[in-house]
């Protein structure tokens, strides 16, 4: 096999090494890199710049290039590979039909540098090289094709995955999770806080940091100190019911209790027939969430007790930081051992506090209970959630 | 100008172990005089990178620590008040007047690390940590700087960097940085290192703890950083950890978990981790074993279904 690829190098014009670089560049922005043509013309440079015997360390150089976070960083060995080293991966499912046959990172970037000492340039005839990588036709359109990212995956194969019951998830089902949480996060209405409502414009003066600022001006206040209007985003706080009755949904719910609080710091809380508080659990990607919510819900009894649960949550947990902006998103099918007016008098207690209730319920009717329908005029919304594709239509309600 | 071979050799000799990647990265960040940006876990060595890279380079190490609140008087400059206030009062006592245009001068301008940095005589590093917990504002003036390679002092002028310098950030993904900045800069993503790499790094910073020890105890924070922990130890707490057991007289890593417990205080800095991490659990760490039917939750987990 190396010999066939070592062949099909053999006819290499100079000109080449730069359409297999715009090549790749292309490749990795189909996968959602964001490599333009600065970045292409620093792939250049970088193997332009490595001596030839340690010109193996090219993809490393390259790879500081060409990825901008974590994510991107990951992603690289498989790309590289695949783009140049397509016999090693050949086993793999190849679904982009970029891949050609015959490439040789070494043997490129000593193309490189043979064309380049061959045309005579001496190293400031970059400039020369610049411009032929720009007249490349891949590289033409990559500053459109950076300002609009193309679409990921069809959308019919996300389209049958939206429905999909949690026990299928796939790891793309979560990214469009996360999406979606960040979606509604920035659709929370941002409020101005409390005492910017009468003249909400301007600064006012800061009196205590000006006085603080003009100490090192030997007291004479030369720059003053501004206050200006606060803005903030309601604090989200997501109660999950993890009785029996819910065993199927819980997962879902708390799955997306995670991807909340990522998204705008959102207070986490499991209740059956006690309530407690499991945001730290959730704030680690662990595998294993499910079997510490297990742990720390053990020892509960059978039953649900929403409004002790709720008479619990106001009164101890979330005392201080249920207020005027608050929003408390109840995660229940409505069954509650207690006695059916108690639920109304908690949620009023909680509402009272100026917070917001939204009910998300699993079934496809608002939950018909004594007790909830007591306290319906206190919830100010009920929301369906029972996939992914309900809350991507609840996105646009919440705010 | 050298490569990266003769990079990492001298980042070795400065007491840093890196690999070839990273001294390619780094080579090619100052051969394309592009800033770099190191993110990675707390505790990989993202910090103690750039101080080897200067003492490597031979350069004087400028560092910017960023915190909430950060802005240009304490990164890039600020004006001297005291002392132009002192000259006023000392130009009232004479006759002749001061005029504003001395009184903004460089004499009375602080250097704060980034003017430091680009007005330095000599080549230098400088080093960003934690540009992630700096606001945005901050993060937008910083993209002139490293442009540009410029301050611009609206009473002075635009100040020109001398050198252009090797320039570090680093980040923890306390927030999410501007594309902008992060298109500046070239990337590098630190992990963890492996266990023949941080074999490496213990042996070179404590030469004279026992080669049995190290390699254990090595063993025993990578089996470790595959818990589930609130806070994974990083190579910092690798070197207190074995430092600590090598004051204690440990020849090689002691096969009672008990005798462990105290010294894992360098290791578990959370309580919840301490909790997990009992001794029973340590035993099987120490034994190599993994992570299966460890505690009562994986019980539980299996029985509902």
Redesign the interface.
């Known amino acids: 096999m190396p010999d066939a690829m070592s062949d099909a190098l053999a006819p290499l014009r100079p000109a080449e090494p730069l359409q297999a670089i715009a090549g790749f560049a292309a490749l990795l922005r189909e996968h959602g890199l964001k490599v333009g043509v600065a970045e292409q013309q620093a792939f250049v440079r970088a193997a332009l710049a490595l001596p030839v015997q340690r010109c193996a360390q090219v993809g490393a150089a390259w790879r500081a290039i060409a990825c901008h976070d974590a994510r991107s960083w990951r992603q690289w060995p498989e790309l590289f590979d695949r783009y140049w080293m397509p016999h090693r991966s050949s086993g793999r499912v190849r679904v982009s039909g970029q891949t050609r046959p015959a490439r040789d990172i070494r043997q490129m970037v000593q193309e490189l540098q043979q064309s380049l000492a061959d045309s005579g340039a001496s190293p400031p005839g970059r400039q020369a090289l610049d411009t032929a990588l720009q007249s490349a036709p891949e590289a033409e359109g990559a500053a459109e094709s950076d300002a609009a990212p193309r679409a990921q995956g069809g959308a019919s194969r996300t389209e049958a995955l939206h429905d999909r019951s949690l026990s299928q998830w796939l790891p793309q089902d979560l990214r469009l999770l996360d999406q979606l949480a960040e979606r509604i996060a920035r659709r929370l209405r941002v409020r101005l806080t409390r005492r910017w409502h009468d003249h909400p414009r301007g600064a006012r003066l800061d009196v205590r940091r000006t006085l603080r600022a003009s100490l090192k001006t030997g007291g004479i206040p030369i720059t003053p100190a501004w206050r200006r209007p606060r803005r903030e985003r309601p604090q989200v706080f997501i109660l999950v019911d993890v009785s029996r009755s819910m065993e199927t949904h819980a997962q879902l719910f708390l799955r997306i209790a995670r991807a909340f609080v990522q998204a705008v710091d959102a207070r986490v809380f499991v209740f059956h027939t006690r309530l407690a508080e499991v945001t730290p659990l959730l704030q680690r990607d662990s595998a294993n969430v499910q079997e510490k919510i297990n742990a720390v819900t053990a020892g509960f009894g059978g039953g649900t007790r929403i409004a002790t649960s709720l008479a619990d949550f106001h009164g101890v947990h979330a005392r201080a930081q249920l207020k005027r902006s608050a929003q408390v998103w109840l995660l229940s099918d409505g069954f509650d051992a207690d006695e059916p007016q108690r639920l109304a008098e908690e949620l009023g207690a909680v509402r009272r506090r100026g917070a917001r209730i939204i009910w998300f319920h699993p079934a496809d009717q608002r939950p018909a209970s004594q007790a909830v329908q007591a306290a319906l005029p206190l919830v100010q919304r009920f929301v369906r959630l029972n996939s992914l594709r309900d809350l991507a239509q609840a996105a646009d309600h919440l705010q | 100008m050298s ?3 003769g990079l990492r050799e001298r980042l070795h000799r400065a007491g840093y172990i890196a690999d ?3 001294a ?2 780094l080579w ?2 100052d ?2 005089q ?1 800033p ?1 940006l190191i ?1 990675g876990d707390a505790g990989v060595g993202k910090t103690a990178l750039a101080i080897a890279h200067a003492s490597a380079l031979g350069r004087r190490l400028v560092r910017l620590q960023c915190h909430e609140g950060l802005d240009l008087a304490q990164a890039a400059y600020e004006w001297n ?2 002392r132009q ?1 002192l000259a006023i009062r000392l130009h009232e006592t004479s006759t002749e007047r001061v005029a504003e245009a001395d009184l903004f001068a460089r004499d009375y301008l602080l250097e704060r690390p980034l003017l430091t940095a680009l007005s330095s005589e000599q080549p230098c590093v400088l080093l960003i940590d934690e540009v992630d917990r700096a606001d945005e504002a901050f993060e937008a003036f910083l993209l002139e700087v490293l442009a540009d390679w410029q301050i611009t002092v609206p009473e002075l002028g635009t100040i020109q960097a001398r050198h252009v310098p090797a320039v570090l950030l680093t980040s923890n ?1 306390t927030r999410e940085l501007s ?1 902008a900045l ?2 500046r ?5 630190l992990d963890y290192p492996t266990l023949a790499r941080e074999i490496a790094i213990v042996r070179a910073t404590l030469p004279h703890a026992e080669n049995a020890l190290v390699e254990q105890a090595v063993a025993f924070v990578q089996r470790l950083r595959q818990e ?1 922990l ?1 806070k994974t130890p990083g190579v910092a707490e690798t070197l207190d950890w074995v430092r600590a057991l090598h004051r204690l007289g440990h020849a090689a890593l002691p096969d009672d978990p008990h005798a462990l417990t105290h010294t894992l205080a360098c290791l578990l800095k959370t309580r ?1 981790d301490r909790f997990q991490l009992g001794p029973d659990r340590v035993r099987q760490l120490l034994e190599g074993r993994n992570r299966q039917a460890s505690a ?3 019980v ?2 299996a029985s ?1 279904a």
């Open positions: 490569d990266g071979a070839e990647a990273l390619t990265t090619l960040a051969e394309l592009r770099l993110e008040y005291g206030l993904g594309d992060r298109r800069c070239l990337y590098h993503w589930d609130g919840e009562g939750v994986a539980k987990a509902p």
